[in-house]
């Protein structure tokens, strides 16, 4: 266990150095997820009057604006190049198809879910399980969609869930560091189990909940270093877009790392590594 949490370690080091030549170089992208955001606020108010019809625009319209995120991180990790306005655009239309695809997947057994446990004393308990699960397991399907190749939402979901068993510890761990001060203070279970509640039901493919979870973090971190409220807010909001988009790039760099080697692999190299 100690030294395969040396070589993880190492691994973040090298993953958080790669996040931030890809954040220099992408500095475009946090500009165009703020735009997101308010292209996201502006459907909402364009679908609330339309009822169910509004609902499948909005899904839509979420889809969108994660597949281009996806498409921009993905630039950010693949490439060692200056992103552009030109790419934002370019980034239209893609992995639409796959976001849609696994959050209708999700949608059918979900409102079952959800319709089964209205009535259930222990519907609320059944249902942030489920969700802690799927928050668990699907916890790397961003990164599927656009490092992996894939044939299907099931075939994103088996390859998430594959990734998940053999490198839990190595791909957890720094959300578990970030989480800390959220979980450590009053009713911070509470408040992870709301966050894991609202992340699993999207599988991390719903585009407000990839500000959601750098917003409470800052949150937590600035509170419990005793920043003062007023003040915290401001902060909150100036660097939640940079935090949102430094997650994802250290996500896809790490598991690009882990995704190519296995622990025998990562110790082995490790070996040489340190008689060098």
Do not use: C
């Amino acid at each position: 266990m100690g030294k395969q949490l040396f070589v993880a370690f190492d691994l973040y080091g090298q993953a958080l150095r790669k996040t931030w030549q890809s954040l220099l170089r992408g500095w475009v992208t946090i500009i165009a997820v703020i735009a997101f955001l308010f292209l996201l606020l502006l459907a909402q108010q364009i679908a609330a009057p339309l009822g169910m019809a509004g609902g499948f625009l909005l899904g839509a319209v979420n889809a969108l604006l994660v597949g281009m995120t996806l498409s921009l991180i993905e630039q950010g990790v693949s490439y060692a190049r200056t992103i552009t306005i030109r790419d934002v655009f370019d980034s239209f239309g893609h992995y639409f198809w796959d976001v849609i695809s696994v959050l209708f997947v999700l949608w059918i057994p979900l409102m079952v879910l959800d319709m089964g446990t209205q009535h259930n004393p222990n519907g609320p308990l059944i249902s942030y399980a489920v969700m802690l699960l799927i928050f668990i397991l699907l916890n790397p399907a961003p990164e599927v969609i656009y490092q992996m190749p894939h044939d299907s939402p099931l075939d994103i979901f088996k390859r998430a869930y594959e990734f998940v068993l053999e490198n839990w510890i190595e791909w957890f761990l720094p959300m578990a560091l970030l989480l800390l001060p959220l979980v450590a203070a009053p009713g911070g279970l509470k408040s992870f189990f709301l966050l894991s509640h609202r992340v699993g039901r999207g599988a991390g493919l719903d585009f407000s909940q990839i500000l959601i979870f750098p917003f409470m973090i800052l949150g937590s971190w600035l509170s419990s270093f005793g920043v003062d409220p007023g003040l915290a807010q401001y902060l909150i909001l100036v660097f939640t877009p940079p935090l949102a988009i430094a997650i994802l790039l250290f996500r896809g760099h790490l598991f690009a790392s882990l995704s190519r080697s296995s622990h025998r692999q990562r110790q082995f190299a490790s070996q040489f590594k340190g008689n060098d």
